[in-house]
């Protein structure tokens, strides 16, 4: 069992930065890929980027690459997601989520989630 706790979300103008966190219970975090994924009101889940237990892979949605860096540290059960440049369009709430499967984009491949966090991004 992993519960996932994400903080770091606000109000923010565009081209401003943020950075979300997602602190994992649990011993076995290393062994886990992760992902973070956002829905915005009125819209799907949406994939955003994904990172290897190792941290040694990425991946990343085209909307936010080069704009968002996903990493982790295994010694302290958290991963992060660097926001920068951020637009209108990045306005959502914003999951983290946990795989026992190699990191994808697709939501079906996590098993667990965190509550979520809000981004808001004012023109």
């Known amino acids: 069992q992993v519960q996932l706790v994400e903080s770091g979300g606000g109000l923010v103008q565009a081209g401003g930065s943020l950075k979300l966190s997602c602190a994992a219970s649990g011993r076995t975090f290393r062994s886990y890929s992760m992902g973070w994924f956002r829905q915005a009101p009125g819209k799907e889940r949406e994939f955003v980027a994904a990172i290897s237990w190792s941290g040694s892979s990425t991946g990343y949605a085209d909307s936010v690459k080069g704009r968002f860096t996903i990493s982790r540290d295994n010694a302290k059960n958290t991963v992060y997601l660097q926001m920068n440049s951020l637009k209108p369009e990045d306005t959502a709430v914003y999951y983290c989520?946990?795989?026992?499967?190699?990191?994808?984009?697709?939501?079906?491949?996590?098993?667990?989630w965190g509550q979520g966090t809000q981004v808001t991004v004012s023109s």
């Open positions: 989520a946990a795989s026992s499967h190699y990191y994808s984009a697709y939501d079906v491949s996590y098993n667990y």
